[in-house]
């Protein structure tokens, strides 16, 4: 379970009101896997968090607009990807695979379930 809030700048909190968001474990192959470390994972379900409420609070109105999200969320994966090579680990294909269904998980649960889900991580660089 992610939680029902996200931490705003201000400290506040924005909760997340899509209550398929709210019921999902994001990444819960990579946690499982003692391959990658918990720390690193937890960032990556941040960066999934975040680009969820960038949708509730943006609220994009087509696809494109979407992928304008999900791409600088993708952006924040590929920054990530280090972290997780500093830590023994690497984005390999149970990762990549992983993170690419929870954007997909993440566009169809806001009501785009037609999204390409190569472009939903079209800017991955893993």
Do not use: K
């Not at 506040?12 to 990579?30: E, K």
């Not at 924040?76 to 954007?103: M, P, Q, V």
């Amino acid at each position: 379970m992610i939680g029902g809030s996200v931490p705003l700048r201000d400290g506040d909190a924005m909760p997340l009101t899509n209550q398929q968001i709210l019921g999902r474990a994001f990444l819960r192959p990579l946690y499982a896997d003692p391959y990658f470390p918990d720390h690193v994972v937890d960032r990556g379900r941040a960066i999934l968090v975040r680009l969820c409420e960038r949708i509730e609070a943006e609220r994009p109105s087509d696809l494109t607009a979407l992928y304008v999200l999900t791409h600088a969320a993708t952006d924040e994966f590929n920054a990530l990807e280090a972290e997780f090579e500093a830590a023994g680990s690497e984005l390999e294909t149970t990762a990549r695979e992983a993170i690419g269904e929870e954007f997909w998980f993440v566009a169809s649960a806001y009501d785009f379930p037609d999204a390409d889900a190569e472009e939903l991580i079209a800017t991955r660089e893993w």
